[in-house]
């Protein structure tokens, strides 16, 4: 009886020790990152190290039991009826106040030489970037025109860029010259030769053509000709202003010659907004911050369209539409993916105010972000001018995002409905505050 009881009792806490493996391990799996996602290891330079730690750790700390706490998405961030509508509300905003996206990473550095974006900390009190400008490299700086990468160079640079290129369409030419001269020497009888020489002579010139086109990118946006290296002065400046923001940015000087400083630069450029979101932000943070005393976990900022084509790549989530809303600098994302349940109910439900008020653009996104979008003025942009906008970000979407998003959020005319409401409501009560004020005063 005894060694049954033993063996009943080994039994019991080997399975309960399996079980309790098991669900350590599910809970970690749950708590990585989807494939794909940047994480933040170590505090970008300047910040403070031990804040940096403590926020982390925070944010990854293993939250308690919720108990019976479910997830409870408000209409507000789910999609419109009209897919489109989403970003079309973000396009409208871009054209309400005729905004130009940033481009690339010498754009971003002149919205922030002429205060247009302004440089946030990479922690405080209430929010932490969280994996912000993760995707950069080292490169040299490029200006993203027509959809390729132009070299940026001060005029010894550009002067050797230049010189290669001719050396390599020179050699080109005359490869391809030799070729057609062996294919013209050849009886009509050697068809395999003459297939291969084709085919060859076809593969030159096309690296030709692609040759020739960054030739002509130099001349146009540089203004140089085979006579007159140098002589165009037009990026030249984008390289001087780069050149002036990079040796005193944040009270730090960087070398653009430097492959390290150059992408520690980048990852300060990115982590910039307009501020109005910034405003916004730092409202949602306080308010996450004093309920929850964790900081708000913010993935991204302003994104030009040369970095949003790169992040494409490993996340499909990152829109390639002409006018992309992280380009504008008025998004951010917030990181849910180690939030509670409760938490997360939380964080909804203010944004879930901010768009009733007419604030603010959002979406509740299957990559554990909410893409949040500001409007400048505090309010939304016209139907009409939303409806305007729809052809520009592309054909409609029948199939739903996913199976907790299945319920549509309310269309563009309720929201705005619940806007004016909210509007109606606190002019009424400035109204009533003026009145207040004015009887005071004649009974004073």
């Given amino acids: 009886m005894k060694l049954k009881a033993r063996h009943l009792l080994l039994l019991i806490v080997v399975t309960a020790a399996f079980a309790a493996g098991v669900w350590a391990v599910a809970r970690f799996t749950l708590k990585q990152p989807p494939p794909g996602e940047p994480t933040t290891a170590a505090p970008p330079p300047a910040a403070d190290p031990d804040l940096w730690t403590r926020s982390l750790e925070k944010i990854k700390e293993v939250r308690g039991d919720t108990g019976n706490v479910a997830i409870e998405i408000p209409s507000e961030l789910r999609h419109y009826d009209e897919r489109r509508w989403f970003l079309a509300t973000q396009v409208a905003e871009v054209k309400k106040f005729n905004l130009e996206p940033v481009q690339d990473f010498v754009d971003l550095a002149g919205t922030i030489s002429r205060g247009e974006m302004v440089p946030l900390p990479a922690v405080t009190d209430t929010y932490m970037l969280f994996g912000v400008g993760a995707r950069v490299n080292s490169d040299g700086f490029t200006r993203y025109v027509a959809n390729q990468n132009l070299e940026l160079n001060d005029e010894a640079g550009l002067s050797d860029a230049y010189a290669r290129l001719k050396s390599e369409q020179q050699k080109l030419q005359k490869e391809i010259s030799d070729l057609q001269a062996e294919l013209g020497e050849l009886n009509n009888s050697a068809g395999t030769k003459r297939d291969e ?66 992408q520690t630069l980048k990852v300060y450029l990115l982590s910039s907004l307009r501020p109005q979101a910034l405003k916004v932000l730092e409202e949602i943070a306080k308010r996450y911050h004093d309920k929850f005393d964790r900081p708000l976990p913010v993935s991204s900022l302003v994104r030009p369209e040369q970095y949003q084509h790169l992040l494409r790549r490993v996340n499909r989530y990152a829109v390639v539409i002409d006018t992309p809303p ?96 909210a509007k109606n409501t606190r002019a009424n009560s400035k109204m009533t505050r003026t009145a207040s004020k004015v009887k005071a005063k004649r009974h004073r």
Wanted: glycine letters at 6%; proline letters at 2%; aromatic letters at 8%.
């Fill in 197 to 262: 020489l084709d085919s060859e002579i076809k593969a030159q010139q096309q690296e030709l053509k692609s040759n020739e086109d960054d030739l002509a990118l130099i001349n146009k946006y540089y203004g140089l000709s085979s006579s007159s290296a140098g002589s165009g002065p037009k990026l030249f400046r984008d390289y001087d202003l780069l050149q002036a923001l990079a040796k005193d940015f944040g009270g730090r000087s960087f070398n653009l010659d430097d492959s390290s400083d150059r």
């Fill in 326 to 421: 992280h380009s504008t600098g008025l998004a951010f994302d917030i990181d849910y993916r180690y939030m509670s349940i409760a938490e997360q109910n939380f964080v909804m439900t203010e944004l879930a105010r901010m768009k009733v008020e007419g604030r603010i653009e959002v979406l509740r996104e299957r990559g554990a972000n909410y893409h949040v979008f500001a409007f400048i003025d505090g309010q939304r942009p016209s139907d009409d001018l939303i409806n305007a906008s729809l052809d520009e970000v592309g054909s409609p979407v029948k199939q739903r995002n996913d199976g907790e998003q299945a319920q549509s959020q309310q269309t563009s005319k309720k929201v705005r409905a619940k806007s004016r409401v």
